[in-house]
């Protein structure tokens, strides 16, 4: 079986964040598929390797199918920077290609990656208002191709799905991201002590008001490590204030793992107040688990339904005082975070990579090649 990857954007040598999820399933797909040829890099890297593809395909290399694995921001729209300013342009030659593979009847299947643009709170003090109008219109013009071209879209959850076909009418499932992070059992556990980890950004979608304000009501023997990107927090810093117990790093790659060997539990903060928050599933989520961690989340989002429902963590009201009490009972009771640790270690397995591609097998309807 032959396939294409296609991500358009730059694949970054130590990926981080979002970057993971491409390298990580272009693995994947080598192991499961014959050949799997790479489209990925900026647009003229791009424009070279789908000439070379296209020629071939018109000479009768064959292909099975196509995955696309779009980036953040819409995949209409692309930025080019000249002396230190960015400036948008219009970029469609990614969806042509789409259509020559449709025409040829190549299976297609479309991960829709983000619609931040949906939502211009997620951009305060980003971008201006006229760059809120310019990723709508284009993040429009995206769906709309999708609408029309794709049948096979996929989306991080199942409430991201029943967003996109409330609003847009647009059918997609769910193909939420994997983990391969080792195990990393806790050590020196201590009663009466909690040692909380949390891994993401700091920026205005993951606002930290509520936990640092649960962390200022709890004694020193509760902690928090906080990590996230040095560039985010160094923009945002100014805004809170730190208890004692808290503490910042800047942590990435093989660091994490001591770094989750000297936490207890976890913590995903994102505030529900808000409908993005209510559809959203981090990639830290599996990460998190794929570590040996329970999960602490808010109540009324797509990774609290997630989390209670396979019983890996708590979920909470999102207000310092529930968090806080929440955080003084598991002090109190490592017993019940031993019993949520049993059952995030039996669910580990379905949080894989190979898992998500066989996910996305499933729903094209192919095979895995037998090694």
Known sequence: MKA?????AELCPRPSGSGIRPHKMILELQKACENVYVVAGNSKERKLKVREIKKNINLGLKVDFIYFENKSSPVTLSIIRLVGIAFPFPCFFDLFFLLFCARRGIKIGYYFRDIHWDFGYIYEGVVGWFGVILLKMFGRLELMFLKKFIKHIFVPTGAFAEYLQNKYKIFSRPLPPGSDLELCPAKNYSNNNLRIGYVGGSGALY???TLFSAMSLLPKSITLSYCTRKTEWELVKSKYQLPQNVRIVHFSGNELIDFYRNCDVTIYPLPPAREYSR???????????CAGKPVIVFDGTAVSDFIINNNLGWSVGDNAVDLANLMLFLANGHDEILRKIDNVIKFRPQLSWTNTVRTLFEYLQLEACQA
């Open 4 to 8: 294409i990857f296609y991500h358009p």
């Open 207 to 209: 606002d930290p008001r």
């Open 279 to 289: 559809m959203a599933f981090s990639f830290k989520i599996p990460e998190y688990l």
